[in-house]
């Protein structure tokens, strides 16, 4: 079974400090990994994701994260935090690799960011 | 820019009453998804649905839960008779092929009283 674990339900940094986001996955087929962000009263939408190729991906509004076979993580980064990056982020990996792949979600990570 | 619409925004229901919650995903869209979130939790995968059959379903998607594509645009998710746990936001997503990304939709807050 997939599972993922995001390590840190709140995350706070300062306005132009580094983001790092931490996301754990297991899973049974190749992973195919996905962050999503959920601003206030809104839905889900797609940061960046790995399928195959480049273990370097970048996303939208400046986040990239690197996938890591060996130690199974996907962490998300920005070099230079916002205060309109403050939302719930959440990790994601397919669910089984075949037809219409649902998702596995991680519990997200409220990103607060300080003035 | 095309977007995955949901409708309505909020319902309210009294437990044991039936809800349908209604998506039309992004037209060209082939594959069709059920998500739910409970408050403060995380978002849990129901139901997927490719050519006019379920796909893959989660054990929360059991028999009280049901999938429809009635008329080629719009996808629904019944409910037959609510508990008060189905309290939760539910959201529909698409997607055009496999592995792409699910686009979401706004979702719909369901409150069972």
């Known amino acids: 079974a997939q599972s993922v674990t995001q390590l840190g339900s709140h995350v706070s940094v300062s306005e132009g400090a580094l983001v790092l986001l931490r996301c754990n996955y297991s899973?049974?087929?190749?992973?195919?990994l996905f962050w999503y962000v959920q601003y206030p009263n809104q839905g889900l939408q797609l940061l960046l994701k790995?399928?195959?190729?480049?273990?370097l991906v970048k996303g939208i509004n400046g986040f990239e994260a690197e996938f890591k076979k060996s130690e199974t993580s996907f962490h998300l980064t920005k070099p230079s935090a916002h205060m309109s990056d403050a939302a719930e982020y959440f990790c994601?990996?397919?669910?089984?690799?075949?037809?219409?792949?649902?998702?596995?979600f991680g519990k997200g990570t409220h990103l607060i960011i300080q003035p | 820019e095309p977007e995955v619409t949901q409708t309505p925004s909020h319902q309210v229901t009294q437990m044991g009453q039936e809800v349908i919650l209604r998506c039309v995903p992004i037209?060209?869209?082939?594959?069709f998804y059920w998500y739910r979130q409970i408050l403060g939790q995380k978002v849990e995968f129901l139901v997927s649905?490719?050519?006019?059959?379920?796909?893959?379903k989660s054990e929360i998607f059991d028999d009280q839960f049901s999938v429809e594509r009635p008329d080629g645009s719009n996808f629904t998710l019944k409910i037959r008779s609510t508990k008060l746990e189905d309290s939760a936001m539910y959201f529909c997503?698409?997607?055009?092929?496999?592995?792409?990304?699910?686009?979401f939709g706004p979702g719909t807050r369901l409150t069972v009283l």
């Open positions: 994601a990996v397919r669910n089984s690799g075949g037809g219409a792949d649902g998702l596995t």
């Open positions: 899973s049974s087929v190749p992973p195919y």
């Open positions: 790995y399928t195959t190729g480049a273990t």
């Open positions: 037209s060209n869209h082939l594959y």
């Open positions: 649905f490719y050519n006019n059959e379920i796909s893959e």
């Open positions: 997503a698409s997607n055009p092929q496999f592995y792409n990304e699910q686009f």
